[in-house]
């Protein structure tokens, strides 16, 4: 990662002391400045990680309906 992430307008929320503390050690090894931006970047990552398999899982649900119905069309299913 050349640039370090940057906020833009934000929101805040509470995390446990005992994570906040542990992000705290992370970003000393990171080339984020402060604990914000660490953990916005480490929830943008984590959060299109999610979304990429649940628009996989839903592509895959499609494509099974799609050959279903084919298959019901063709006679093959009941």
Known sequence: ???????NASKSIELPESVYSRVG???SHSPFDTPD?????????V???VEDA???ET???VDQDE???RLEAL????
């Open 1 to 7: 990662m050349d640039e370090p992430y940057t906020l």
């Open 25 to 27: 050690d992370r970003v």
């Open 37 to 45: 931006e660490y953990v916005a970047f480490v929830l943008e990552e």
């Open 47 to 49: 959060l299109g990680r």
């Open 54 to 56: 649940s628009d996989l």
């Open 59 to 61: 592509a895959n649900q």
């Open 67 to 69: 050959v279903e119905t």
């Open 75 to 78: 006679g093959y299913l009941e």
